[in-house]
């Protein structure tokens, strides 16, 4: 039988974290003949929850579950991993300040990165959820020098997926019509959700684009404040569509995407649609041979040109923050 796959999922107690275990050990992830064995990692604190969700999975009895180990430190839970979820990140509370943020994030994702750099798989491929994620996975690249930066990923598929959904709903057709959309810049309220390229049923959406009342009022705003408005209903924030747009990422990244269609993701530019080099950005993304490509040559009108601008400004800000703090 082939040899597990070695998955690391860190804020493994968490609620994201629980509605992403069950479907990785499903085999959904990777497929249904590719056996898993789960590195969970928590802090200290959450090493009880994450060994009570461990007997969960265990009574599960997933046939393709090939071990569950719990750890609480980056060093033992990124040892030979093939794959690693960056999930648990500091949450912002009251009264913090942007600074502070990213402070206490750089204390978790650079002793991860170097982790990472230290002892993961030479295929290792990381993705991180954490917010804020596009800085966060920035973070973690520039403490693994060692390993290729296009390894480091951040996630902005829950975005693309709330897009998709929010143009088939408009379109009056089902979401599997939809395609080509893109999602522009920061895992974050300035990210640009682009429907210039996309597809309703293989023609131009120009039903949408050009109703341009939906597109800046409606559907911009409700792609990038979903989940303030997940919280709002839920009383807790976005967990099983983060996760479900998590195994989305990585499958596809492992796999493929579909012929005729891309998707997003923040990867590291190179330079691209005027985002500058090394930015971790969210991109028209196609996955080839196990590796990400931005998608060449899309015409950017003004209308974009503006938006994709303003997120990738943010973006600048707060690399631009983490360098002048030392935290890459
Ligand atoms: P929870 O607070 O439920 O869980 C986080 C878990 O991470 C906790 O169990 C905590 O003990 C653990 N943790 C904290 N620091 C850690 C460290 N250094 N090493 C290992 N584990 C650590 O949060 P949850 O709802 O699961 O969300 C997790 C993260 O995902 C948050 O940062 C959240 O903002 C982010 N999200 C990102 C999304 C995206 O699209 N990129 C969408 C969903 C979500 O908001």
């Known amino acids: 039988s082939p040899t597990p796959v070695n998955v690391t999922v860190t804020g493994a107690a968490g609620q994201i974290g629980y509605a992403l275990l069950f479907r990785i050990a499903s085999g959904q992830l990777l497929g249904p003949d590719v056996p898993v064995r789960l590195r969970l990692l928590e802090i200290p604190q959450g090493v009880k929850a994450a060994e009570g969700t461990a007997m969960e999975l265990e009574d599960c009895a997933f046939p393709l579950l090939a071990g569950i180990d719990i750890f609480d430190n980056p060093t033992d839970g990124f040892a030979g991993t093939n794959i690693g979820l960056l999930v648990g990140a500091r949450p912002r509370t009251k009264g913090m300040e942007r600074g502070d943020l990213l402070e206490a994030n750089g204390g978790i994702f650079g002793p991860q990165g170097a982790a990472i750099n230290a002892g993961a798989a030479d295929d290792v491929r990381i993705l991180v959820v954490g917010n804020p994620a596009n800085t966060n996975a920035l973070i973690a690249a520039s403490h693994a020098p060692d390993v290729p930066s296009d390894r480091f990923t951040a996630m902005t598929r829950l975005d693309h997926n709330r897009a998709l959904s929010q143009a088939a709903t408009k379109a009056g057709v089902p979401v599997s019509q939809v395609r080509r959309l893109t999602i522009w810049g920061n895992h974050s309220a300035t990210q640009y959700p682009d429907l210039f390229h996309a597809e309703i049923d293989g023609a131009p959406a120009t039903a949408l684009t050009d109703d341009s009342t939906w597109l800046t009022d409606d559907f911009i705003p409700t792609v990038a404040t979903r989940g303030a408005a997940i919280i709002e209903a839920r009383g807790a924030s976005s967990a099983a569509s983060a996760a479900n747009a998590a195994v989305d ?80």
């Open 249 to 328: 990422h990585v499958r596809d990244w492992v796999h493929g995407t579909p012929k005729g269609d891309w998707t997003s993701a923040g990867i590291v530019s190179d330079g691209s649609y005027g985002v500058p080099e090394g930015l971790v950005s969210s991109f028209p993304v196609v996955s080839r041979d196990g590796r990400w490509e931005i998608v060449q040559g899309l015409e950017v009108g003004d209308f974009s040109r503006e938006r994709i601008d303003a997120s990738v400004k943010e973006l600048v800000e707060e690399r631009d923050a983490v360098r002048s703090l030392g935290l890459i």
